[in-house]
Structures are given as structure tokens and as C-alpha cells.
């Protein structure tokens, strides 16, 4: 027992020492008593350890007088003495207990009850019991005679000693070891003493249980797996980090409150030193060090195995690091090299080989930070190597393949910087010698001519050639052969082949300077005889042509053979033009050559214009489209901007590919015949109709432009592309490209007159004129609002443009009608092929295209009903277009004559389109029909009979049906054609393909027709009338006095009489009403006189004087016949009054 009751005190100085009995008493069963457990029964204080020690050392406890010592139960009293002989060390219990039972005032009973109970319960070795017997008189008596009789009962295994006064026990313990009560020195407190062993206890049981926690996070630390990420890494460290922490919490609290402790034991010698600690005191003092010194060696462990363990921690932390930041830059190290392998092309031009290398250096600028963050994790894993990481293993080859992707990335740069730099020193030189090539043709073609058949002129021409060839040695290629060794690795087969075509034209101009210094060496010998001088040189050779912006893979390749077979087809025309003019065929030559060599030119500013062209836009959709899309540069664009990117754009990347992937190829094709390129565009003319969607897009483009133009995102990527102009600059260049086409077109033409595609050229010159027409059309009619059908089912828009209009409707109210005549309305009219459109044109407030106007829809007219009237009285730029037979008349004035002419023109040939149709429909159900149709019975201005006739004409022509000419006649004299049967017009020219082809289909079988009143019917149409008006077209003034006038098919008023007709020719007199039915041969026409019922011949230069005089207007019209056919008439109302209009139906 005593040896638990030790080790409950000492327990956790053993903890720390494996093996020893700490361990063995931190883990048994038998848990020892406690002051607090027992606290209640020790403060009756019916027996003490007061500290004291016997002349041997022997502890003494004293059992003072307490006379309810009978009434404490045998339980409590036996854990008392249980507790009080466990404190004291084992070496002193060894020596045995001395026990002080003060009974001086008891009953000699209680004495010997209190003695015999104490000898039987005592649980440790007695070495004298020392009993302080009653001092009355009558119970010391009884206490000595009952201690004789009854000696027995008090046998004990130490002596049983009967004291009758405290001097007497002063004999036995000495009185320094003895409390007050007992007549000794001995400080002693009970309660103090109490307070002492309970905190003691405590402090150890604190101890105890600090050092198991503490050996139990250990092994948690120790069996803890180090985690395979950083995040799992990371959570470990932080908890092992906050145990950590709490524990040494702990441990502190415990140090503090061992101090605490040691602190009041040593509290009675700091209140007066010269006072010393009793046994139990000191005994009490020395567990409290060691229990704290046990505390210190304890938290030292722990806290070297706690370095031990976070620096493992923090290194499996670092690696995991380490891993993470590795498989990140690989990855970003294997796209770096993805993308360098993709850097192959070594650039078909200067500025592509310069832009190339732009490239480069800015893909290198962007790689850097990737390349040096490899580097620094590199570095950083040979720290940690260094460091003496557990991982080595794991780190060193990690830093082996981060220097090796380095260093192979930079090699791969530094070998695709060395190709560029190769590429752009040999088209350096590829332009230097194409420049030098352009210089020296230009030279050829701006030496005059003339000028060089004299002595002196020849010498200065021969010294400007002598002069120029030896600039030759600094720009011309020297060797093909050194220039195949020198730049072998970067020649491809397109290189190839363009290094093959420059070196082929610098011989091909050195060639033709070689023959023009022959004929100069020639021309500079002495004259003897003189030279007759040539005509002077075109002026259009007097131009410097267009400098070539570059040289680019296109550059043509002339050849002496090619350039003859071009100029065969404009040598033949000259010489014939030109025979019996043999001595200038030299001069001939000369300015075909010179032609041929600015063709060349236009050529090459065609192809490098559009080069460049091409990419400035895949600049614009690489450089700003396509970084609205990248997440990297999201941040930097406005709520504006959002999902606006086909907005701001339009389809610029069709357009884009339209070029890059087929026109400019189709380009390249015509490098060596430049006049034939006019087929190019021809055979693309459909696809440049994607302009139209961009400039119909252009407006909304720029309105977004304007409220975002200083979002940061623009900024940025300007930055980016080292752009000096804006954004909104390349926007423009889609639009600025369709009209620069034109210019182009004009200027190759202009050089191409006589050669074989100038009908070509022409044809996409004006088919291009054309396009920029219908997007500049397109713009206006995108703006219309308020008509509620859908515009695309009027047909093309063919014209649009702003009138004045005066109405003059024979329904509505007078005072209305007299009105409209006078004010006129501002009217926006678009002329669609199925109707015009009238709206009211309002202007819009803001800028550029915001300014643009907007138009409001008001009526419109379908064209099945529409007809015109092409000159109104007293004004040469007003024309009539009426509805429905003249119920509604539209008085149209055009801001100029030539306006109102297209206008009219334009409506002609939708009329014609009309009648065409008609007629093709007519014809088809003439020959589903019976071949044998009647004749009229006699002749007359019947829509029907008309109709029948033309019908029954169609059925029996032999020539195209579809054509409208007439019968031509191999006889002097072409026979009349049979009675009745009426002549279609002429067909109209082969359609090219810019023109505007309407609909063919007939609109309800609605034909084309002058229409007109009866012929009884006065001259007279609501003020109105045709013959009240004097001849003020503008057909008539440019044809009035020039040669005979043309005419057409039709009816007309005869106002000069010709009565003089020969014996076949047909005589008529003013006034008379005439059908014009066809033309024949040697400028006749035959005619049949209506009032006179008689036909026959009339020279078309009579026929023209007898109807110039004619005070009638011409009318068109589409209105529905009775039989839906259409016909061609001229009334009194509805004459021909001016020369040309059908002239241009029939052309």
C-alpha cells in the first residue's frame, strides 16, 4: 500500500523514462487515494500527519483529543490512515510510524477503545504508540489499575507506552517535532496543510495526463501518412499545428501551476527566513520539482519531436508545391512548344516575313514569363535539394526536364528567329530586284519616242540605260545558284517557284534594255538621212505608274513571248488602221510595250493591295475579334460589349475568307495577261454581294463603336498589334476595298482598249459600279419603316432617289386636287421591280452613320398598273407616272434632266421586262392552240385584234421566237408583211451580266402598252393633255437636227403632208393616223395608213420628218388590256413626241 501511495505522487516523474516504474504506475488498475477524495473526513481532523519526526526519522501522527472518535465509522477512519501513512517516502515508513494519541480529557473507556481500534486498524508499520492518558484524578487512577490488569488486551507488535504529562512525551519526541497542542514549536495548520496536499495531487494528476496526451498525439503524428496534394497537405499541418499549440497551452498552464504550488510551500520562509520547512514540507517541495522538472523534460521531447515532425510536414508541403507549380508549367511549356511547331511558314513577301517575325517576338515576349517561371521552379527544386528534402529523388529530375524544355524551347525560337531573319534577307532582295526591275521598265516607257530618233536624243536615251544598268550590280540578283545554296532551308515551293519568277523577269528586262541600247547604238550613229518623226506618245505614258508597295509571291513574270501574243490582237488593229504607214511601226510597238508595262503595274497594285488586304483583316479578327472571346481579356470589356461581337464585326470573316481563300488565288492566275483579269471578277461578281450584308451592318457597328471606343479592351488590344490607327479605321476597310475595285478597273481599262478582255474589263467595271449601286441602295432601303409587307417581294431595288411630287387624281375632292397642283410633296421614291415605293424622307440627329436618314413608308404602286408619261409641259425634268388608266397621276420632278432620264429609262425597261413576258406566255398558249386562227375583217386599234395579230406574227417567224425584230428582206424592195399581223419590237442586246434582269413572269398577264383614248376623244386629259404641250424632252434635244431620227414600231399622227410617194411608196397627208409596222431593208419601213386603209413603203428619213413635228407626248404603260396581251399604241394623247425612248427599248 505504500508503495502505491508513493507512486501516486511520483507517478508522472517517471512518464518520460520508458521501462521505469512510471509507466507501469501511469497504466494499473488500482487507482491510490487522494486528499480531494477523501477531503470531507480529513478536515473532522481526528488524526494528523503533522510533519514531525521521531530521534530516528520515524514519522508521527497524532490523534488528538477528539471525542466523537467513537462515532467515526471504521470506513472513513480506515481511508484516513490509509492516506496519512501513504505520504511520507518509503523510506521513512520504513523506519516505522510513531503514533501521539492525546486523550487528556477522555474516559479511560474511550482510551482504551480509541488504542485497541487504532492498534487493529493501523495499515503500516508501528514502531511506538505514545498515549497521552486522562489527567483527572479518578480516570488516571482507573487508566493505571486498568492498564495493569489489562495488559494483555494492549499487546501490540510495538510497545504501548502510557504517558501521564506532555514533559514526559517531551521524552520521547523532541518538542521542535511536536505541534502547540502538545506543548511543542511545530508550525502546523491544518487547513494549509490540506490546501497543500489537495494541489499537489492535482499538479500531478495535471502532469499525468498532459504527458499521456502528449504520447498519444505522438503516435498519431508518427502513424499520420503524408497527403499527395497540396490542399490535403495543407488541412494536415494547420490541425497537427493547432494540437501542437494546445498541447504546449497545456503545458504551460501546467508549469505555471506548479509554480504556483511550489510557491506557497516556500511562503512561511519568505515571511520570515528564519523559520525552516518540516520533513512533510520539504518532502511536499521536492515532489513539486520534480513533477515540474519531469514537466520541462517532457515538453523539451516533445518539442524536438514536433520540429522533427513540422519540418517533414512543411517539406511534403513544399513538394506537393513544387509538383503542383511543375505540372503547370510543363503544361505550359508543351502548348509554348505545340504553338513554335506551328511557326513553319517562312513568308511569301517582305511585309508578310516582317510580320512573321512580329509575330515571333511578341509570341516570345508572351513566352518569356512562362520560360521564367520553369527556370525559378527549377531553382527552387534545387533549393529544396540543397536543403536536404526528404524527396530528393522525386525533385532532381523534375529540375533536369524544366531546364531541358527551357533550353529546347529557346533553341526552337532562336532556330525560327534564324529562318525569318533568312526569309526577310531574301525578299529584301527579291524586292530590292523587282523594285530595280520596275524602276528600269519605267524608265523604258517614259523614254519619248520621238525624241530618240535624233543623234543626240538617242546618245542621252543610251546614257539613262548605261547609267541605270550599272545600279544592276547592288540590286539585281547575281547567282540563282548561290541563292538556292544560301537560302536552302527556308526555300519551299512556292519560294522556289518566286525567286524562279523574279530572277526570270530581271532577265527578261535586262533583255529588253539590252534591245533597246542595240537600236539606241544605232539610232546614235551618224544620220544620213533624215528620220521621219513619230507621233507623239499617249499621253496616258506620260503618267508615272504605281509604285509597287512590295513584292509578294503574285509578281509577274514577264516573258517576250507572252507579252507578243498580247499585243498581236491591238498590232493587227493598228495596222490596219495605220496602212501605208510602214515607217512607224516601230513606234507602234514601242507604245504597245509601254501600254503593256503600265498594265503590269495596275496588275501588281491590284494584287499587293489586296495582299495587304487580306491581312489587315485576319489582323483585325485575330488581334480584336477573337480576344473578345479569350476568358484572359473578358475583364477588360464593358457591359456594352457582351455577346455584341457579330455587331461590331459584321460578317467580316466571310469577306475575310471570300478573299484569302479565293479571289486573291484567282488573282495570281492573271499575273502574266493583266488585261484579261476583268473575267475574274466577273466569275466572282455574286459572291461580292457579301458587301451588301456589311454595309447593311455598317450603321450598327458604328453606333456601337462610338459608345465603346474607350473601353480598355480596344486600348489593350492596340497595344497588343502596335496598331496606330483605332479600331474603327480597319472597320472601314471592307468598304473602302469595294470602291477602290472601281478605280482599279478604270485604270486597267484605260490601258486595255484594244486588247482582248476589254469587253470584259468594261463589263466588270460596270458590274462592280453596280454592286457599290445596290449596297448604297441597300443602305437607304434598310431605313425604311412602316411598311408592313416584306420588301424583298417587290423584286431588286433597282433605283431610289428624292423627287418633288405633285398629285392630280381624277376621284377626290376639287379643292384638294387644285391644291396638289401647287405644293408640291418631298417624296423618297424606290423603284423596285414590282412597285414603287413612295416615302417621306426625315433626317436623323447624331453622327456619321447615325446621321443617316431614315424614311417613312406612305404608299406604293404596283407596277402591273403603273404607266408614264416622259414629258410634262414647261419643265424638261418632270415626268408623269399614273395608276390604274390615269385615275391617279403622280407629277415627278428630278433634281436634274439627266435624273429624270435614268428615271425614265429605268421604268422603260420594267415595262419592257413586263411586255416581254407577256408575250412569252402569249406565244406558248398560241402554239398549245389551233396553228389556224381568223383575221380580223378589217384593221383597227382593237387591244384583241391587236393582240391576235401578234400572236398569229409570233406562230409564223422562222428566227427566234423570243427575238422582236422583224422580217429583213433580200429584195430591193422588202414585200409587205401580211396584212394584219402586227411587228414585235426588237429584241433587246445580248444582256451582259452586271445588267438588272427583271422578273420574266408575267404580272397576271398584265403586258406593256401605250395606252390611249379613242381616237373621236378630244385632246384632252384633265388639263393635262400630251397635246397641249410642246416637245421638252430630254430624248428630243440631244437627237433634234442629227441625222435621221430612229423609230419604233407603233402608231403615230402624220402632221406634214407627203402626197409626192412613189409608185411603191405609200402617200399620206397631216393628220392622218398611221401603224408603223415593221422595218425593212435600205432604211425603209412599212406603214399602213389607218384613215385611208392603204400600206405600203416610206424611207425611215421621210417617215422620221413627217411624225418629227408631233406635239404628242410618248406614253408607256402596263395597264391590263381586255385580253391581257400587250401592245404598243400612240394616240393624240399618247404619241411619239421625242426621237429616242424606243430606240432604247430596242437596243
Partial sequence: MRRRGQGAVGCCSLCTCPGTAGDEIMHQDITPLCAADIQDQLKKRFAYLSGGRGQDGSPVITFPDYPAFSDVPDKEFQNVMTYLTSIPSLQDAGIGFILVIDRRQDKWTSVKASVLRIAASFPANLQLVLVLRPTGFLQRTLSDLAFKFNRDDFKMKVPVIMLSSVPELHGYIDKSQLTEDLGGTLDYCHTRWLCHRTAIEGFALMVKQTAQMLQSFGTELAETELPNDVQSTSSVLCAHTEKKVKAKEDMRLALDEGQSILESIREPLAKSPEQSLNQDQLDNQTTVQRLLAQLNETEAAFDEFWAKHQQKLEQCLQLRHFEQDFREVKASLDALAQKIATFTDVGNSLAHAEHLLKDLTSFEEKSSAAVERARALSLEGEQLIDNKHYAVDSIRPKCHELQHLCDQFTAEVGQRRGLLNKSLELHSLLEASMKWCDEGIYLLASQPVDKCQSQDGAEAALQEIEKFLETGAENKIQELNKIYQDYEPILTQDLLEHVQKVFQKQESMEEMFHRRQASLKKLAAKQTRPVQPVAPRPEALTKSPCPSPGVRRGSENSSSDGSALRRGPYRRAKSEMSEGRQGRSSSTGEEEESLAILRRHVMNELLDTERVYVEELLCVLEGYAAEMDNP??????????????????????????????????????????????????????????????????????????????????????????????????????????????????????????????????????????????????????????????????????????????????????????????????????????????????????????????????????????????????????????????????????????????????????????????????????????????????????????????????????????????????????PKPPEKGKASPTSPDKKAKRHEVKSDPTPFGLRGWSKTSHPLEAPEDNDGWSSAEEPINSSDAEEEGGVGPRKLAPGKYTIVVDDEKGGPNTLAVRSGDMVEVVQEGDEGLWYVRNLTSSKEGWVPASSLSMLLSKSSSAQCLSSSESSTGSALLSNSSSCSESCGGPLSDLQG
Avoid at 488565288?665 to 455574286?686: A, T
Avoid at 482599279?744 to 454592286?771: H, P, R, T, V
Fill in 632 to 973: 484572359l481579356m473578358t475583364h477588360l470589356l464593358t457591359a456594352g460589349l457582351q455577346n455584341k461581337k457579330d455587331v461590331l464585326f459584321g460578317n467580316m470573316e466571310e469577306i475575310y475568307h471570300f478573299h484569302n481563300r479565293i479571289f486573291l488565288r484567282e488573282l495570281e492566275n492573271y499575273i502574266d495577261c493583266p488585261e484579261l483579269v476583268g473575267r475574274c471578277f466577273l466569275e466572282r461578281m455574286e459572291e461580292f454581294q457579301i458587301y451588301e450584308k456589311y454595309c447593311q451592318n455598317k450603321p450598327r457597328s458604328e453606333s456601337l463603336w462610338r459608345q465603346c471606343s474607350d473601353c480598355p479592351f480596344f486600348q489593350e488590344c492596340q497595344k497588343k498589334l502596335d496598331h496606330k490607327l483605332s479600331l474603327d479605321s480597319y472597320l472601314l476597310k471592307p468598304v473602302q476595298r469595294i470602291t477602290k475595285y472601281q478605280l482599279l478597273l478604270k485604270e486597267m481599262l484605260k490601258y486595255s482598249k484594244n486588247c482582248e478582255g476589254a469587253e470584259d474589263l468594261q463589263e466588270a467595271l460596270s458590274s462592280i459600279l453596280g454592286i457599290l449601286k445596290a449596297v448604297n441602295d441597300s443602305m437607304h432601303l434598310i431605313a425604311i419603316t412602316g411598311y408592313d409587307g416584306n420588301l424583298s417581294d417587290l423584286g431588286k431595288l433597282l433605283m431610289q432617289g428624292s423627287f418633288s411630287v405633285w398629285t392630280d387624281h381624277k376621284k377626290g375632292h376639287t379643292k384638294v386636287k387644285d391644291l396638289a397642283r401647287f405644293k408640291p410633296m418631298q417624296r423618297h421614291l424606290f423603284l423596285h421591280e414590282k412597285a414603287v415605293l413612295f416615302c417621306k424622307k426625315r433626317e436623323e440627329n447624331g453622327e456619321g452613320y447615325e446621321k443617316a436618314p431614315s424614311y417613312s413608308y406612305k404608299q406604293s404602286l404596283n407596277m402591273t398598273a403603273v404607266g408614264i408619261t416622259e414629258n410634262v409641259k414647261g419643265d424638261a425634268k418632270k415626268f408623269e407616272i399614273w395608276y390604274n388608266a390615269r385615275e391617279e397621276v403622280y407629277i415627278i420632278q428630278a433634281p436634274t434632266p439627266e435624273i429624270k432620264a435614268a428615271w425614265v429609262n429605268e421604268i422603260r425597261k420594267v415595262l419592257t421586262s413586263q411586255l416581254q413576258a407577256c408575250r412569252e406566255a402569249s406565244q406558248h398558249r398560241a402554239l398549245e392552240q389551233s396553228q389556224s386562227l381568223p383575221l380580223p375583217a378589217s384593221s383597227n386599234t382593237s387591244p384583241s385584234k391587236g393582240n391576235t395579230r401578234n400572236i398569229k406574227k409570233l406562230e409564223e417567224r422562222k428566227t427566234d421566237p423570243l427575238s422582236l425584230e422583224g422580217y429583213v428582206s433580200s429584195t430591193t424592195l
